[in-house]
T-cell receptor, first 113, second 113 residues
Framework: KAGVTQTPRYLIKTRGQQVTLSCSPI?????VSWYQQTPGQGLQFLFE???????NKGNFPGRFSGRQFSNSRSEMNVSTLELGDSALYLC????????????FGEGSWLTVV | EDKVVQSPLSLVVHEGDTVTLNCSYE??????LLWYKQEKKAPTFLFML????IEKKSGRLSSILDKKELFSILNITATQTGDSAVYLC?????????????FGKGTRLSVIA
C-alpha cells in the first residue's frame, strides 16, 4: 500500500512569494494533518482536515491555509513568505483522526531567501 | 497547556550499548503516547501506548508507559549505527479523541562504531 506522498520535495522561494504544497494520504485515510518542523521549535501543528472540513487549527498566522478535496488529497498554502517560514513541512494521514496513529509523508523542504 | 518534554536532547553511544530515552508529559485527558523515529526524512511510527497497552516491544526496541507518573521510556538494546536518528515522542489527549498530537522536541541519538 502506498504511503503518504508529498510534492514537491524541495523548493526555494523568495520573500513575499507564495507557495502551495500537496499531500496525498494513504488510501482509505480521511484525516490529513500538516506540521511545520524547524530545528528550534520542533514539530508544530498547523491544521487538520477531515472529509474536506478543517477540524483543528494550530497557532499559525492566517498566511498559512489549507484545504482538502473529496478524494482526501490536501494542499497547504503559505502566502507572503517570510524568511522564518523556511522549514520542513510534513503531512500526515490517519484513518479516522488524530487520536489514532498518524503516518507521515517524506516532507517538503521549503527554503525562503 | 499540553506539554511534552524529552530527555536527553542528544546522546552519543557506542555500538552494542543500551540506551534509554525519556518522555514526560502533561496533557488534559490523556489518550495515547506515540514514539516515532526520524532519520533524514519522514518520522516513522514505532509504538503507540495507551491505558490498555502500557508496554510494547519490537525486536531490540521496547517502551513502557507510566500513567501515574506521566512518563514513558523507550529502550534500545544492542544499539547499531542504523539506530542513529531523532526519536520523537507525541501525546494525544482531549475530550474528542481528535485533538492534535503534541510533540516533544526529540532526542538525537548517535551510535558510533
Amino acid at each position: 500500500k502506498a504511503g503518504v506522498t508529498q510534492t514537491p520535495r524541495y523548493l526555494i522561494k523568495t520573500r513575499g512569494q507564495q507557495v502551495t504544497l500537496s499531500c496525498s494520504p494513504i488510501s482509505g485515510h480521511r484525516s490529513v494533518s500538516w506540521y511545520q518542523q524547524t530545528p528550534g521549535q520542533g514539530l508544530q501543528f498547523l491544521f487538520e482536515y477531515f472529509s474536506e472540513t478543517q477540524r483543528n487549527k494550530g497557532n499559525f498566522p492566517g498566511r498559512f491555509s489549507g484545504r482538502q478535496f473529496s478524494n482526501s488529497r490536501s494542499e497547504m498554502n503559505v502566502s507572503t513568505l517570510e524568511l522564518g517560514d523556511s522549514a520542513l513541512y510534513l503531512c500526515a494521514s490517519s484513518r479516522t483522526g488524530m487520536g489514532n496513529t498518524i503516518y507521515f509523508g517524506e516532507g517538503s523542504w521549503l527554503t525562503v531567501v | 497547556e499540553d506539554k511534552v518534554v524529552q530527555s536527553p536532547l542528544s546522546l552519543v553511544v557506542h555500538e552494542g550499548d543500551t540506551v534509554t530515552l525519556n518522555c514526560s508529559y502533561e496533557v488534559t485527558n490523556f489518550r495515547s503516547l506515540l514514539w516515532y523515529k526520524q532519520e533524514k526524512k519522514a518520522p516513522t511510527f514505532l509504538f503507540m501506548l495507551t491505558s490498555s497497552g502500557i508496554e510494547k516491544k519490537s525486536g531490540r526496541l521496547s517502551s513502557i508507559l507510566d500513567k501515574k507518573e506521566l512518563f514513558s521510556i523507550l529502550n534500545i538494546t544492542a544499539t547499531q549505527t542504523g539506530d542513529s536518528a531523532v526519536y520523537l515522542c507525541a501525546v494525544g489527549g482531549g475530550d474528542s479523541g481528535n485533538t492534535p498530537l503534541v510533540f516533544g522536541k526529540g532526542t538525537r541519538l548517535s551510535v558510533i562504531a
